[in-house]
């Protein structure tokens, strides 16, 4: 055996080992694809042997070679061989390949479960350590479902070695398996108090990960942490913890306030920078969430923005990144405590330093001003000229355009500078941001009416220039500016001055050497010039020149109609035919200008960019819902329109239309006109709508922001953007003379009056009024568009699996898999074979569930608020509330009293006002799951009884008599008889069926049939079905594509002595009269013996008054009822009663569903409605022996049946 | 979360990688070597950080790096981590291995590109620190190896020593490269724990 040993070790002396491979690879630079294909054969043939000595060293070289890009995929089998190896080393190499390769679609994955929880489990620290740290590299949803189990046990190891490692890998864990988080996470909050620092700094770690994604499930937490961070001393933990508490201040501006004191501290004391840096950052994300309510922490502010202007002045370039990162921060709130540090940010512009370029841009965007933005995007365009990398270039120009154009051009005061500087920026070669420049131009021209003239000015000489063109190779490159050029001078033709340049411009040769999409918006603007032209030449009476201008259209288009671009070609050559077409009219001296100008007519208005998103889902509209119901075979579906025609007929009369049909009809037209007139979105068809537009009053909706006046400036051609800030400098020298005049004349003024403080001559931003009348026209949303943005999240972020709420307790299903040895007999056979032991014992389980999870929902209710007061507690500022005093001796025993009582109350309300959110919510889950619907509604029904019984003030105790029979007898006139609303609907030795029918407002001519099935043998009883035989006039709900014929399943089993509820619903007709349905349940009874199939015959009885629902009416209401005459009328007299008149009443109320409206001695009004609206009055009068029933009904046939119900159940008295 | 860790010297050659997230292997190498084009233009003096390194992922990632004699260390995370914290971490890293490999140099690295990845692994496990102590790092893989050591026994002997043998025909390694000895300033966490 030795020797075997010895042999195999020597012959592998001379297999290549790690070292040997990357020395071969070395040596053979020339040829090393070669080299390496060659030892991949090698490796290959050694992963075929079976010692695993050398299975293992040819795994470590294919990690090697893993790592220089070859795909080992197709080892992962060896690898897991290898990691199954018994001995440390060659374990290690196999999961650390294994971690270098495997992923989620590695198909051997689900081969490691066994092999890793062996290790997980085994009694070396450094196997269990090695698996725990493979495991984290390729954990998958599977591997974490079965595993999350053992690692959790890890997590209480005694080594905290092993402790450490558990703790961290189980945030893979949660991510991959998000039900595991709840179970897990107590305990993980336990090791953030764990002994060991390792242990605790890594459940911070994990923590702090887990609530960076979902802040506001860890806020509970936060107590927690601040004893950490003001206890730790160890630098990584506390940095976590300050990164924390940033994410969690935004959601709760107290704690921000709690913090800002120690965090201070920690920023005057600590000498470690990364820790004065976290301090400072989360000092700032306080201060954000602080800044709309607190305005006094200048002081911390300043402390921040004096200790980055620290960092910043640095010569640690690192330090001076982060310090201008912070900065940024600071600035989105408090801009103006950033802004004195201008010359800093200005200087770091300068810098060597790309990223710190990069990061003083971004400090630029919020320190521009109205005052300063000439200056500083001056600076930046020498900044592009020197700029040498495309990157940063580019980087410069998307920054000059997003400084420019930020919150709508707040601080631009002359639109033409803005525009010169978009042309200017036209002439970076090689930019990538060709297209944000022509957006810009765009928005601009629509938006800014007054620069129109302007802009179609520069963007004439533009289209003229050729340097653009010559560039038109790279895609998003800087002829996109074309794009834009095109469309303005096309649009806006009216301000050309000389158009018929322009159009020879855009008809040139080289722009068909364009990209496609610019190529067609030219086509399209063409004609929009040739129109403009042909209207001017016409008014000018140049019929010469017109027809002059359509041979030019003539002649240049076909080289747009051979473009390869579809878009293009198929515009051209429509174009074309269309001028042709002009050309002959032109012929015939017809004036076409006025025709061809309304092609274009009309103005666009910008429009949101969300806008059509926006548009709010008109009331009643579910786009969810079928049009059409999908086809069934069923009767079912087929008998349901007939119930809607049905309804129809009965709604028809009403709906009838009056003889003024027609002018009412032509007044709606006339509206409706009005109505599209005013709808920017609607094409209209009015012959000639030129300039409609301005004339209806549709336009004064656009909402404009005004900005006030002065004189328009005028540049000729391409100016230099540098002109205008020499102007602008000027015009604000000139503006504040002005001013100043004034102001002295107003002091003079004042000096004859009264005295006034005046304010100093400050020039503020307000003070510069902008250089042009400039309406900046914001963008369209359509009415009543909603304002929120919740668009933006993302659904596939995988972080929202774990968005769970850790503060409520667990319940007993969350519970983390654990493997157990699998048992033979339930591997073997599904449900059916399960030994009747195991289901005995469970089944009653669930009852119990269901009373626990009331009482549970009600202790997680109170833990919650617990818990939230705690966090209150521990956030309020104020002292914890001074015990209460102690009494005064004199009267000692009085004031205990009433100290104790008024808390009692409380206590009492308090728990009383639980019960109704109890039921509060459980009206509310019945609307959303149907399966607690079953137990709510026989609570529901309970507390209705309760109700009445309340209502008629019925004695205490008569609740412990509710299901003692009736003879009682009690001579107490109050006392009613407790009975049940459910009736017995059939029985035999295994079932007791009982039902109740109840009827409902909501869904008219619907009844719901409730079922109590009660277990009688000692049997267990499955596979229940009931099937019932429809009428022409019931039918019963059965789930979608089951046919009439099917049984429906009852959704239960019930074990030996259990009973349990079903619900169906029945549509019903016509309900004047009562009926019966014949039904069936089958089910399978199964005990020890064996299994029998068995059947239970009923016959479901509807009788009138099911189909009444108690509904309450005031004497007044009842009265004008009984008045109006609608009603038809009968009555029944019934003899021989001695049952007191209150229990009768009650009778009638319980059984028939009426309510009393009004009493008088022994007579009675009730009332009460069918679920079809039928209204239904009663007086009840009792004699001596006898009861007299006259009722009034809308319906006579639903009454007489009605009262023979009735008297029948008055009979039985 | 660090989301990978990248080593390779002044010509781009990985001496390791670790991704903390699946990529395939085209798709490691071509982050490797944008990842060096980013890195290796720039100066010396500027600062470490560095935005950008489209392949890795979005604009919360930040590259993270130190360049030592031959070698750059670059830490690719997001932001939930501290900058300087893991400026200092990749400071313990080295110092790591300046231990475990007496006088480390870049052929150590090269030759034992495993052992990296076993000290490595006591640092940061699955993207997140797990150590930093260097004290309980080094003695963890210490005991390691000594584990190592003792499972090799009689049947390790002969393969040590032709290893040993085989690297004696090397004459031309140079070990002259020594990041060990250069002094990194080190600005930040001087109570490092």
């Known amino acids: ?1213 | 979360m660090i989301k990978a860790i990248l080593i390779f010297n002044n010509h781009g050659k990985p001496q390791l990688s670790k991704f903390y997230q699946p990529y395939s292997e085209d798709t490691q190498q071509q982050i490797i070597r944008e990842t060096f084009h980013l890195v290796s233009k720039r100066d010396e003096n500027v600062c470490n950080f560095l935005e950008g390194g489209l392949l890795i992922g979005g604009s919360d990632n930040k590259l993270i790096y130190r360049h030592y004699a031959t070698l750059y260390f670059v830490f690719c995370v997001d932001s939930s981590e501290s900058e300087l914290g893991i400026l200092d971490l990749i400071q313990v890293f080295v110092e790591t291995l300046d231990k475990c490999f007496e006088n480390v140099c870049e052929l150590d690295l090269i030759f034992h590109v495993d052992k990296v990845h076993n000290i490595l692994a006591e640092m940061v496990m699955g993207g997140m620190v797990l150590e930093t102590n260097m004290n309980e790092i080094v003695t963890q893989i210490d005991a390691q190896n000594k584990l190592e050591k003792s499972e090799a026994g009689l049947a390790g002997a002969p393969a040590r020593a032709v290893s040993a043998v085989k690297n004696m025909n090397l004459p031309e390694i140079p070990r002259n490269i020594n990041i060990g000895d250069i002094s990194i300033k080190v600005p930040n966490l001087p109570s490092f724990k």
């Not at chain 1, 002081?299 to 620290?310: F, G, H, P």
């Not at chain 1, 980087?395 to 500078?417: A, P």
């Not at chain 1, 009053?697 to 100016?719: A, F, M, T, Y």
């Not at chain 1, 939230?868 to 205990?896: H, I, K, N, Q, R």
């Open chain 1, 1 to 1213: 055996m030795a020797l075997k040993m010895v042999k195999g070790s020597i012959d592998r002396m001379f297999d290549k080992n790690l070292q040997d491979l990357v020395r071969g690879i070395r040596n053979h630079k020339e040829d090393e694809a070669k080299y390496i294909s060659q030892c991949i054969d090698e490796i290959k043939q050694e992963l075929k042997q079976d010692n695993i000595a050398v299975k293992a060293n040819a795994v470590c070289k294919l990690t090697y070679l893993q790592m220089l890009g070859y795909d080992i995929s197709w080892a992962a089998f060896n690898i897991i061989e290898v990691m199954s190896a018994s001995k440390f080393t060659f374990k290690r190499i196999g999961y650390l390949a294994a971690s270098q390769s495997f992923h989620e679609g590695t198909d051997v994955i689900m081969l490691t479960t066994n092999q890793i929880r062996k290790d997980l489990s085994s009694p070396s620290q450094y196997d269990t350590g090695v698996a725990l740290t493979g495991l984290s590299c390729f954990v998958t949803p599977d591997l974490a479902r079965d595993l999350a189990n053992d690692i959790m046990t890890l997590m209480s190891h005694t080594k905290p070695y092993i402790r450490k490692k558990a703790v961290l890998i189980m945030y893979k864990v949660f991510l991959k398996y998000p039900e595991s988080l709840r179970p897990a996470f107590p305990r993980l909050k336990e090791k953030l108090e764990d002994p060991d620092p390792g242990v605790q700094s890594a459940a911070v770690n994990v923590i702090c990960e887990l609530a960076r994604r979902n802040p506001k499930n860890y806020l509970s937490l936060a107590p927690l942490f601040f004893k950490l961070m003001t206890s730790s001393t160890n630098n990584w933990v506390l940095i976590k913890i300050i990164k924390l508490f940033g994410a969690l201040t935004p959601l709760e501006p107290r704690l921000g306030k709690k913090l800002i004191e120690p965090l201070t501290n920690l920023i005057h004391s600590t000498s470690a920078m990364s820790l004065l840096y976290e301090c400072v950052n989360t000092v700032i994300a306080v201060l954000i969430s602080l800044s709309s309510g607190m305005p006094n922490h200048s002081a911390s502010i300043q402390l921040c923005v004096q200790k980055l202007r620290i960092l910043i002045e640095d010569s640690d370039q690192n330090l001076k990144y982060l310090g201008l990162l912070a900065m940024s921060k600071i600035l989105k709130t408090h801009p103006k405590s950033v802004q004195s540090h201008k010359d800093l940010i200005l200087q770091c512009l300068d810098d060597k330093d790309e990223s710190i370029r990069l990061r003083a841009l971004d400090l630029l965007y919020g320190m521009v001003s109205k005052k300063n933005l000439m200056e500083i995007v001056k600076k930046l365009m020498t900044h592009v000229d020197k700029a040498e990398g495309t990157t940063y270039r580019d980087e410069l120009l998307t920054k000059i355009i997003d400084i420019c154009s930020q919150s709508n051009y707040q601080y631009i005061t002359n639109f033409e500078w803005y525009i010169s500087i978009l042309v200017e920026l036209t002439r970076l070669e090689g930019t990538r941001h060709g297209h944000l420049i022509a957006a810009q131009m765009l928005d601009v021209a629509i938006r800014v009416k007054a620069i129109r003239k302007f802009a179609v000015s520069q963007m004439s000489a533009l289209l003229d220039s050729a340097h653009l063109l010559a560039s038109s190779t790279q895609r998003n490159g800087i002829c996109e500016v074309l794009y834009a050029a095109a469309w303005i001078c096309g649009e806006f033709s009216e301000h050309l001055q000389e158009p018929h340049h322009t159009l020879e411009a855009m008809l040139r040769p080289r722009v068909t050497t364009l990209p496609g999409h610019i190529q067609a918006v030219y086509v399209q603007n063409v004609v929009k010039l040739y129109a403009s032209i042909l209207q001017q030449k016409e008014q000018a009476g140049e019929a010469e020149g017109a027809q002059a201008v359509t041979q030019l259209m003539v002649d240049r288009l076909p080289q747009f109609v051979q473009s390869a671009d579809l878009e293009v070609q198929e515009r051209a050559s429509c174009i074309l035919q269309l001028v042709k077409h002009i050309q002959k009219l032109q012929a015939k001296d017809v004036p076409v200008a006025e025709e061809v100008s309304a092609l274009f007519a009309g103005e666009l208005n910008p429009v949101a960019p969300k806008a059509q998103k926006k548009v709010p889902v008109p009331e009643g509209l579910d786009l969810d819902a079928w049009i059409n119901e999908p086809l069934s075979d069923s009767e079912s579906e087929d008998e349901r329109p007939r119930a809607v025609f049905h309804e129809e007929e009965q709604r028809r009369p009403k709906h009838r239309p009056s003889e003024a049909d027609e002018e009412e009809l032509a007044r709606r037209r006339e509206a409706r006109k009005q109505e599209q007139a005013n709808n920017p979105f609607y094409i209209k068809s009015s012959p000639s709508p030129q300039k409609r537009y301005q004339d209806t009053p549709g336009v004064e909706h656009i909402p404009v922001v005004q900005i006030d006046l002065s004189v328009p400036l005028k540049v000729p051609g391409l100016p230099m953007s540098d002109q205008y800030v020499k102007l602008e400098e000027e015009r604000r020298h000139r503006q504040k003379l002005e001013k100043d005049k004034r102001r002295k004349k107003r002091k003079e003024k004042e000096k004859k009056g009264k005295r006034r403080h005046s304010s100093l001559p400050t020039e503020s931003d307000e003070d510069i009024a902008p250089a042009q009348q400039v309406d900046i026209v914001t963008e369209e949303m359509p009415e009543n568009a909603l304002p929120s943005d919740e668009d933006d999240k993302d659904p596939n972020d995988p972080y929202r699996a774990l968005d769970i709420d850790l503060d409520k307790p667990l319940a007993d299903s969350e519970k983390l898999p654990i493997q157990k040895h699998r048992n033979t007999e339930t591997s073997k056979s599904p449900e059916k074979d399960v030994p009747m032991v195991e289901k005995k014992s469970k089944k009653p389980k669930k009852k119990e569930k269901k009373h626990k999870e009331k009482e549970r929902d009600k202790e997680k209710r109170k833990e919650k608020e617990k818990k939230a007061e705690d966090l209150d507690f521990w956030l309020s500022t104020t002292p914890p509330p001074a015990p209460a005093p102690a009494p005064v001796p004199s009267t000692g025993e009085l004031s205990v009293n009433t100290v104790t009582t008024p808390k009692d109350e409380c206590e009492d309300a308090k728990t009383e006002a639980q019960g109704e959110e109890d039921d509060a919510e459980g009206q509310d889950q019945d609307k959303k799951s149907p399966k607690p619907k079953k137990k709510k509604h026989r609570k529901e029904k309970e507390e209705r009884t309760k109700g009445k019984k309340k209502s008629k003030k019925q004695p205490p105790g008569s609740e412990e008599a509710a299901g003692e029979p009736v003879q009682n007898g009690a001579p107490e006139e109050e006392q009613l008889p407790p009975e049940s609303s459910y009736s017995l609907l059939a029985e035999n030795s295994y079932v007791k069926m009982t039902c109740d029918i109840r009827g409902s407002l909501q869904e008219d001519s619907q009844v719901t049939v409730a079922i109590v099935l009660e277990n009688r043998s000692s049997s267990i009883l499955k596979g229940m079905e009931l099937s019932v035989l429809d009428s022409l006039n019931a039918r019963m709900a059965r789930p979608q594509g089951s046919s009439v014929h099917d049984g429906v399943p009852v959704p239960f089993q019930l074990p030996p002595g259990v009973s349990n509820e079903a619900q169906y619903v029945f549509t019903i007709q016509s309900i004047v009269m009562a009926q019966k349905l014949k039904g069936t349940l089958s089910f399978i009874a199964k005990n020890d013996e064996g299994a029998t199939h068995e059947k239970l015959d009923f016959r479901l009885h509807f009788s009138c008054s099911s189909y009444l629902i108690t509904t309450p009416c005031y004497s007044d209401a009842f009265a004008k009822l009984l008045e109006s005459g609608d009603l038809s009328m009968s009555s029944v007299k019934v003899d021989g009663i001695r049952m007191s008149f209150q229990n009768l009443l009650a009778k009638i109320c319980f059984h028939h569903h009426f309510s009393v409206v009004e009493r008088v001695d022994s007579c009675a009004s009730m009332y009460s409605r069918s679920i079809q609206g039928h209204h239904v009055c009663l007086l009840v009068k009792k004699g001596e022996n006898s009861v007299s029933v006259d009722g009034k009904c809308s319906d006579s046939t639903l009454l007489s049946n009605l009262l023979e119900e009735m008297k029948a159940t008055l009979a039985k008295c």
